[in-house]
């Protein structure tokens, strides 16, 4: 139910679409590159994904400890709470 709920959400809520329509878009657009890029395609598409995911995780860290009261000692303290 969970994926149901989050596939083509994307398309949806960027233009405007049915949810129905958003997701029969993203599978076949998935689909496509599958079929023609084969597993290399599908790979290619994680590391880009992964690669979004660590510049994204980088930037958070560094935002967060260029805030004045976010430090690795406060959060400790928050933990411990």
């Given at each position: 139910?969970?994926?149901r709920?989050?596939?083509?959400?994307?398309l949806?809520?960027?233009?405007?679409?049915?949810?129905?329509?958003?997701v029969i878009?993203?599978?076949c657009?998935?689909?496509?590159?599958?079929?023609?890029?084969?597993?290399?395609?599908?790979?290619?598409?994680?590391?880009?994904?992964?690669?979004?995911?660590?510049?994204?995780?980088?930037?958070?860290?560094f935002?967060?400890?260029?805030?004045?009261?976010?430090?690795?000692?406060?959060?400790?303290?928050v933990?411990?709470?």
């Open positions: 139910m969970f994926l709920c989050i596939s083509g959400a994307s949806s809520v960027i233009l405007g679409l049915d949810h129905k329509i958003s878009i993203s599978a657009i998935a689909v496509f590159y599958t079929v023609v890029g084969g597993l290399y395609s599908v790979a290619f598409t994680d590391v880009v994904q992964l690669i979004c995911i660590f510049v994204g995780l980088v930037r958070v860290i935002v967060c400890f260029s805030k004045g009261d976010v430090s690795p000692a406060r959060t400790l303290q933990c411990e709470l």
